[in-house]
């Protein structure tokens, strides 16, 4: 299977994941998911380019082929339990997929092991925890939603291959990172190179110490830190009363290239404003500190949601143009047990005026995809996804991707 299409599919496997969300409290869950799709490159199916021309680009995160088809089948178990004072949390995931190409032969068919995730959590008294794990999902308050839809300016960098930086590295360059999870931390070693994507740290110790529901603070330890380069994340999560929340983290203490995220929510049950700012790169390299800023708005009213949502990145490079997505995910309540959602974005990222002759060095990013979602009882669900997306490079070539996936949730 090629190495795009591999991590395309993944993505987006697990982003749809939470659609099918049964269990919230202690117990096991088990969701099987199948599915298929296709994507093609509409300068090569259409002979404007040839396969070599595109090989030379040398993109390595996008497919050349002009038409690639897949199927495959992932099954996600996961496990939360209580013993005593100490909570435990597991997730294990394996996968089954073939390709075809495009002349519609069948590749071979892949078993693996996808992903797994295991947290302990001890309170040792009242108001301290201390933990390990791999993802302790310790949320200190609002940013662009993290590992729920494919189109938040987080995940436009990681699909597909997207990479986190400059304009140049990849298709849509320039979101900020939002350390508003305590336990992620940027890559730890020193490199310098652009070749590849920078991937968040997510394997920690955490300690959290809270005063009633007021006052929460939390630090981490990721893993791969040194004593000669040592790093940790701090964080605060402060709710004076139960409508208004405000948060902030600095992610890299001691750190030259380190993070600062704030963000803040108000409002009740029918409408809550959020909004966040992110800083990356502080004190790092000159011309190297990126910004973020962006909110969503949320509106409830009987069984319908809608929630806007948008976001900047400015970049201390005067030389690079400002990078943006806008995205609007709405739900609808079709009755006691139907749930239809869909939501959809455009991302647009940064161009660097240095490339000269109009050449461009951003990209772009259309995404929508609805989700229906039956509720069969207390411990069933299905649900249906269709997605598509269209890509248009740094180098104006178009990509197109569509995938129909279906789900079975069981609570145990």
């Not at 991590?7 to 939470?18: C, E, G, K, N, P």
């Not at 301290?128 to 302790?136: E, H, P």
């Not at 040194?226 to 409508?243: L, Y």
Request: cysteine-free.
């Amino acid at each position: 299977m090629k190495k795009f299409l591999l991590s395309f599919i993944l993505f987006f496997t697990m982003a749809f994941m939470a659609s099918a969300q049964l269990l919230q409290l202690n117990g096991y869950k088990n969701t099987l998911w199948t599915g298929f799709g296709n994507s093609w490159n509409t300068a090569a199916s259409s002979g404007e380019k040839s396969k070599e021309a595109l090989d030379s680009q040398n993109w390595g995160y996008l497919d050349e082929d002009d038409d690639n088809r897949w199927a495959g089948v992932l099954d996600t178990f996961q496990a939360n339990f209580t013993s005593k004072n100490l909570y435990i949390d597991l997730m294990l995931q394996w996968s089954s997929f073939s390709t075809y190409d495009s002349s519609g032969d069948l590749d071979y068919v892949t078993y693996q092991y996808v992903d797994s995730d295991v947290n302990f959590i001890l309170n040792v008294t009242k108001n301290f925890d201390i933990a390990m794990g791999t993802y302790l999902n310790w949320k200190l308050g609002p940013a662009p939603s993290h590992g729920g839809n494919s189109w938040e300016i987080g995940y436009h960098l990681k699909q597909g291959g997207l990479f986190y930086g400059n304009p140049g590295q990849g298709l849509v360059a320039g979101a900020a990172f939002y350390a508003n999870y305590i336990n992620e931390s940027l890559e730890l070693a020193k490199k310098t190179s652009t070749t590849e994507p920078i991937e968040p740290v997510t394997e920690a110790l955490a300690a959290r110490f809270s005063i009633a529901d007021v006052l929460q603070i939390s630090g981490a330890i990721p893993s791969g830190t040194t004593s000669d380069d040592f790093i940790a994340n701090v964080g605060v999560r402060f709710t004076p009363v139960e409508q208004l929340l405000i948060a902030a983290a600095y992610n890299g203490v001691f750190r030259k290239d380190s993070n600062l995220y704030t963000g803040f929510s108000i409002g009740a049950n029918s409408a809550t404003l959020e909004g966040w700012f992110a800083m990356n790169n502080i004190g790092g390299k000159h011309d190297n500190k990126i910004t973020g800023i962006g909110g969503a708005i949320t509106f409830t009213a009987n069984e319908i949601t809608l929630r806007p949502e948008a976001g900047l990145t400015f970049y201390e490079n005067s030389n690079f143009s400002t990078a943006g997505y806008a995205g609007i995910d709405v739900g609808i309540g079709l009755s006691k047990n139907l749930q239809f959602n869909v939501w959809g974005s455009l991302a647009k990222g940064s161009e660097d005026d240095r490339s000269g002759s109009g050449t461009k060095t951003d990209g772009k990013i259309f995404d929508i995809r609805p989700n229906l979602s039956y509720y069969i009882n207390s411990t069933d669900a299905l649900a249906a996804s269709y997605e598509y997306q269209y890509i248009t490079t740094k180098n104006d070539d178009d990509f197109n991707f569509w995938q129909l996936g279906f789900f079975w949730t069981h609570a145990f």
